[in-house]
């Protein structure tokens, strides 16, 4: 299964988990405040994929863009 598959809230917040945790790294090790900030969104968006989806949300496909 891959990340955006998942209809589950307890993948969403898994996946949030990981992100966070890159997150926490990066900051501990003095790392790219951009990349950590990047990692922080992700996460922040994850959760509320799975805040969502606990509430009888659906996810929908999603855009592709073309360049």
Sequence with gaps: MSETDSSLP??????GDLDLQAAE????QDGPLLIAAF???????????????????????YT????
């Design 10 to 15: 307890n993948d969403w917040f898994a996946y």
């Design 25 to 28: 790294i990066l900051l501990a």
């Design 39 to 61: 990692h922080l969104q992700q996460a922040v968006e994850k959760y509320l994929k799975g805040f969502l989806l606990s509430r009888g949300w659906f996810l929908r496909g």
């Design 64 to 67: 592709t863009l073309s360049f």
